[in-house]
């Protein structure tokens, strides 16, 4: 049984900082790209970050320099450090994760929202 379950999200002020949590169950980190999307209602969805295994990560342009995206095989986590944190950034943040032996996260941010498996989403709100 596939799971992942996101945590962390929260209302924060301008500047702060949170990391959201996103625990993987029944897949294996190894085999599978993953990433974080956002989505506020009325606007397109829109990926954040993405990563494999390997420890490659790509942002998309808002997010450099202020978020981290890592995995954490030993606990089987997906995590996102945000930084510096923007009004803009307010939105509800989804984990996600796709089978793939030659996916890179350069490739996968602009699809990260198709991916077959997925959280059910944490919200962030900066005011």
């Not at 950034?89 to 996968?108: G, I, K, V």
């Amino acid at each position: 049984h596939v799971q992942l379950v996101e945590s962390g999200g929260g209302s924060v002020q301008v500047g702060e900082s949170l990391r959201l949590s996103c625990v993987v169950e029944g897949l294996d980190l190894t085999r599978h790209c993953f990433g974080w999307f956002r989505q506020v209602p009325g606007k397109e969805r829109e990926g954040v970050a993405a990563t494999d295994f390997k420890g490659r990560a790509t942002y998309e342009d808002s997010a450099k320099g202020r978020f981290t995206i890592s995995l954490d095989i030993r606990v089987s986590t997906l995590y996102l450090q945000m930084d510096a944190l923007r009004p803009e950034d307010s939105a509800m943040y989804y984990c996600a994760a796709e089978r793939s032996p030659w996916l890179t996260p350069s490739q996968a941010l602009p699809m990260l929202h198709l991916f077959t498996y997925q959280g059910q989403g944490t919200q962030v709100t900066v005011s």
